[in-house]
Structure formats: C-alpha cells, structure tokens
C-alpha cells in the first residue's frame, strides 16, 4: 500500500470515529443496531466490500437495511459476487473492521488482511460495488458514508442504485457478474415474463374454474410496497391491491409486516373485517420474507397463517409432479434423475417436516440464518429451502438446467404441447422466476399465485395441505447473549451447562412438544421457540422455558 493510499485512510477514516461502548458483529444478517451508531460501521462495510471487489475481480453489493427491525434501527450487508451473502470467512475481518477502536488500528487491519489474503492495493486493481437502501430516514447518510468507504480505497467505484428491495440488490450483483443485462426494468421483466410463461400453460379448465381473482399485500410500509405497485403493472391474469406501501403515514414495521403477521399472528394494520376470507399477503421491510394470511373471522383479531414451511411444501409438492410428469417422457437412454432436497431450521413447524419427509424427500436442517440455508441448498440440483419467517429460495444446478434445456428442445420437436413437455418448460419458468440470489418475497408470491392457479387451489386448499402444530415464540432480553451456545443446527444448547437438560424436563410435559432457545443474530435477546399438540401447551412451555432463560442467565 503506497503512502498515498494510507494518507486517505488515515484521513477519510478519522471522519467516521466509532461510538464508545457499542461492540458490533455481522450476525445473522450482516450490522444492525440504532441507526444513530452506525455511520463507521458502514463506511467500515464500503471498505471491506471495496477490498472483496478487488479479491474477486467481481461486482460486489452492499444494502443499507435493518429488514423487519424498528425504523430507527439500520443495517448493512455485503453481496459476494454470486449475488448470495457474503462469504463466512470474511465475517472475522468485517467484524475487526467494525470495531477497530481508531483510524491507526484501522489502517494496521486493513494492510494485515490484505497481505494475508494477497489483496493488492495499489490504485491498479478495480473494484466496483453497487449500492441499494431501503426506505429508511437513515438510509441517506449512511450510504453516503459507504460511498465514502469504497472510495478510500484507490480504485473503486461506488455505484448508487438508489432505493431497493434486498433481493434486487442481490440479482443485480449476480447479474453483473455473469454479464447479463442487470437493471431494475431487466428485474421486472425476468420476473413478468416467466410469470407470464406460466401462466399460459394453467390448465385451460382451471383458469375457468380459477383461483379468487384479487391478492391483497401488506406492503410493510416498506420498499416492497412500492415496488410491488411497479411490477404489479406488468403482470396480466393477476390483480393486486397494495396496502401499508408507507404512502398513507404507517410506520415501517409497525403492526404490519411479514415478521408481525407470522411471529403474532395478528390481522396487520389496514386489514380487517372487509377482508374476511380473502388472499391475503405480508412483506417484510426489505421484501426477502414473505407470509400468506386469511382473516377468518371478525370475532377475534387472529389470522389463518401460511407461513415459510407452507410456501416451501407447495413449491416442493408442485416440483416434484412436475418432475415425475417429466420423467415419464424420458428414455431410458436419456434418463437424469435430479438430486432434489429441502433446507429447514428448527424453526421450522414440525407438521411440515412430517409432511415433506411423507412426500418422500430428503430435508435437512441447519442453524437460522439464510446463509446456512443457502449453502446447504446448493449441494442439491433442486434445492429448495425457507425458514418459518418466509425467507427462502430455490435454486437449480446449471447442469441440471442445461439438460432441461436440451430435453424440452427434444420433447418440442417430438410432441410439442405434450404433458412432459408443458412440465419442462414450466420447471424451466420457475427457475427464472425464482431469485437464484437469495430469498425474494416477489418471486415466492408471483410463484404461490402461478402454482394456485395451476392447481386451481384457493389458499384454504392450500392452507390444508397439513395442520400446523401449535407453537409460541418469545423473546427474553439478557445481559449478554453469547452466554448461550448450541449445537447440533441449534436444537441443543451447550452452554451454560443445565440447561438443556432442563428444557428437557420441562418439554416432556407435553404431548408433541419441541422447545429450543438460541441468542438473535440481529437483536440483543435469546429468542425462545416451542411446539406441542395445543395452543394452551405451547404458550405454557414457551412460558416455562423462557423463564429458564432468566434463571441460567441471571
Ligand atoms: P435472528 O434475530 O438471528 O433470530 C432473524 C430471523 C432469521 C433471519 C434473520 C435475518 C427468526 C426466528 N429469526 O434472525 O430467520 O431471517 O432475522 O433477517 O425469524
Ligand atoms: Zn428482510
């Protein structure tokens, strides 16, 4: 590193002093805290996002969000060039940098990591990140401060994309690296038009019969409400009705939103008796969750969820027909039988797990948190995963899609319009449809809505695709919540000693009960989860487990 460069550093770096007291991780989802502590941290991410641009010779993203937090709250993530998140090895650096006390132990880091990673700083080597926010007040500044960081390294460019859902941000990383077309419009359009592509092959007696007409979204008050509103413009056979787009005065996240529905399960604002029966959706603040929810009736304020394990059971039940249909129009000396696997937490309903394995597919777990998922997922040729909270994703191997490709060519020479043919091209749809990046609420609702359809399905059919265990979720505020550690993808806890061995006792009080506690990657609490055969059960173990928590960790 020239003196020139480490003049900028020192200098640049001096601008963004870390607040005293405040100790930062990447957590489950990259930085997030108060908005108001956040400015190093973020110029500290343009640092490292600019460092992993020039390691990759790769397009690199960076979010400003805080997803389905509070609204004085803020975040940042980095995309690595695939379009996923950012590589695990670096999590040690970005939370170095983060914390890094001054601008001298700042620049030590930065020199060390590069030479350790042969990273050369040297004002030759190019690098390029793209930049996205949400809706937040916050978000201005702090991209500013992020553009402050990629341009403290000699080199880089910063490039604003201006206000973004998450999942757009991510698909137009990968875009750029594999050098396709990777604008907002280029987004909409991938997504209309596969949309499209399955529509037209619904069956012509569903579309008579067909799914009630209108989908209802709670937009969060968020990004995702006003983008909806654009791409809903270019989708036909689909009518939407956008609420809480944050137009009419609601508060980011506040009653509303796809984290409030599904850890409540509550009506969100703006819904009501008026909607009793109907289809209706929730986004969270970035738009990368995404629940389905009918109002059942006015005497209560509760709504009939279709939370992530039911989204995934409806993607992975439709797959795997139209993967057998497929099948049956394959030669025997043409044969290819996809590695086709299912990625949950423990979070997930145990109903859904007994109902995926029933459906004869492999599913593993592993700890919360996307990036696990996402990893896992890729070892399959269709893998499919989504936690409980409605994040989640499909992914399709190239190779797998090439030979897609080849046999629809096959089957539209043969016997175009046949069933195995209209299956290939349907799999060959939702693979575009589909963020290959990371979960995208508007990908899974365009897909649910297409699958609906196709089926002819109303979401009460869906919806009874199995019952949900009932289960409770809670939160306990701690000291310090790296005093809880587990294993085995979060189902035991390591640490401190006892107490799982308590959970146990209490857990086998109830008849299908489950219970599992872990600390937040993205809040300073140890969050607790429990399922058994009652409501009245679950509420009551949750209860009980959660004051474990306080005992243990007193
Ligand atoms: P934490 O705070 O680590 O539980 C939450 C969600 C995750 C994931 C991240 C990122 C739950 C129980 N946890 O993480 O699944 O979505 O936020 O947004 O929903
Ligand atoms: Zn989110």
Redesign the pocket.
């Known amino acids: 590193m020239d003196e020139e460069q480490k003049s900028i550093l020192l200098k640049t770096s001096s601008r963004f002093p870390i607040p005293p007291g405040v100790k930062f991780s990447y957590?489950?989802?990259g930085f997030r805290a108060d908005a108001l502590v956040l400015e190093s941290t973020v110029y500290r991410a343009g640092i490292l996002a600019a460092l992993r641009s020039i390691k990759t010779r790769s397009v690199i993203g960076l979010m400003i969000t805080a997803?389905?937090n509070k609204i004085s709250d803020n975040g940042v993530k980095i995309a690595d060039p695939s379009g996923g998140m950012l590589t695990q090895a670096w999590e040690p650096f970005a939370d170095a940098l983060a914390n890094a006390t001054d601008s001298d132990c700042l620049l030590q880091l930065i020199i060390e990591f590069a030479k350790e990673e042969s990273i050369l700083i040297d004002g030759h080597c190019r690098a390029e990140v793209l930049l996205g926010r949400d809706t937040r007040p916050s978000g201005e500044s702090l991209l500013e401060a992020a553009k402050q960081g990629i341009n403290s390294i000699v080199g880089s460019a910063a490039i604003d994309m201006g206000i973004l859902t998450t999942p757009q941000l991510h698909w137009m990383v990968r875009a750029r690296n594999k050098g396709m077309k990777a604008s907002e419009r280029d987004y909409f359009e991938q997504l209309s038009s596969s949309f499209r592509c399955l529509m037209n092959l619904v069956p012509g007696e569903c579309k008579v019969k067909g799914t009630d007409y209108k989908l209802v979204v709670d937009g969060a008050n968020g990004v995702g409400g006003e983008k909806l509103e654009c791409l809903m413009n270019m989708l036909d056979g689909l009518v939407i009705e956008v609420r809480n787009t944050g137009k009419g005065g609601g508060i980011l996240n506040e009653g509303v939103g796809a984290?409030y529905v599904q850890k409540e399960k509550v009506v969100p604002q703006e819904f009501g008796s008026n909607d009793i029966g109907m289809r209706c959706a929730s986004l969270d603040g970035d738009a990368d969750?995404l629940v389905y929810f009918i109002v059942p009736s006015v005497s209560s304020n509760n709504i009939m969820l279709v939370d992530g394990d039911k989204m995934l059971s409806l993607f992975a039940l439709f797959i795997k027909e139209q993967l057998s249909i497929l099948y049956k129009g394959v030669d025997e000396n043409n044969p290819y039988q996809a590695r086709f696997g299912v990625v949950q937490?423990a979070?997930a309903n145990g109903a859904s797990t007994d109902f995926l394995k029933e459906l004869g597919l492999e599913v593993v777990l592993t700890p919360?948190?996307?990036k696990f998922l996402h990893e896992k997922a890729v070892e399959y040729d269709i893998g499919i995963y989504f936690?409980?909270?409605g994040?989640g994703t499909i992914l399709f191997s190239d190779s797998f899609l090439c030979w897609l490709e080849k046999r629809q060519n096959e089957l539209s020479s043969m016997s175009e319009g046949s069933e195995p043919q209209k299956a290939a091209l349907r799999l060959l749809a939702v693979s575009k449809l589909v963020n290959q990046a990371v979960g995208d609420a508007f990908s899974g609702l365009l897909l649910a809505e297409a699958i609906l359809q196709t089926l002819s399905w109303s979401i009460n059919q869906w919806s009874e695709l199995y019952q949900d265990l009932p289960s409770r979720?809670l939160k306990v505020k701690v000291m310090d919540r790296t005093a809880v550690v587990t294993a085995n993808a979060e189902t035991v806890v390591v640490k401190p000693p006892g107490i799982q061995e308590a959970i146990n006792a209490e857990t086998v009080k109830y008849p299908r009960g489950r219970s599992f506690i872990?600390p937040?990657?993205?809040?300073d609490v140890i969050?607790v989860y429990a399922e058994a055969s009652t409501q009245e059960g679950a509420d009551s173990l949750a209860h009980s487990v959660g004051k474990l928590v306080e005992q243990f960790l007193e």
């Open positions: 957590g489950t989802a997803s389905h984290d969750r937490t979070y919360t948190g996307v936690e409980a909270n994040h979720q872990r937040s990657g993205t809040e969050r």
